[in-house]
């Protein structure tokens, strides 16, 4: 069973920039399709950045230019780079996995706040 670990919330002023980490365990971990998801307060929760077995990503409209997911196979963790950071970038974000067998996990969440 892998488990999801999240870090690097926090607060930070509109135009700023964090990275939010996740660490997994685990095996095959370079196989997983991994992705970071976001809950705003009182909304639904949505997909942010996703990354997949080959490298390749994918980002929603709302984040293309100012984030970048990447994976470090070596450590097991995935990374999401937040620049330019606008209040309504404020949420929970959740690191999640799929492994080859469709097997999903979610980490618990770290909050990020953008102050305008």
């Known amino acids: 069973q892998v488990q999801l670990v999240e870090s690097g919330g926090g607060l930070v002023q509109a135009g700023g920039s964090l990275t939010l980490s996740c660490a997994a365990s685990?095996?095959?971990?370079?196989?997983?399709?991994m992705r970071w998801y976001r809950q705003p307060p009182g909304k639904q929760r949505e997909s942010v950045a996703t990354?997949?077995?080959?490298?390749?990503?994918n980002y929603a409209d709302s984040v293309k230019g100012r984030f970048t997911i990447s994976r470090d196979s070596t450590s097991n963790t995935v990374y999401l780079q937040m620049s330019s950071l606008k209040p309504e970038d404020t949420a929970v974000y959740y690191c999640?996995?799929?492994?080859?067998?469709?097997?999903?996990?979610w980490g618990q969440g770290t909050q990020v706040t953008v102050s305008s």
């Open positions: 685990g095996s095959a971990f370079s196989m997983y399709i």
């Open positions: 990354i997949i077995r080959g490298g390749s990503t």
């Open positions: 999640y996995s799929r492994s080859p067998s469709f097997q999903e996990t």
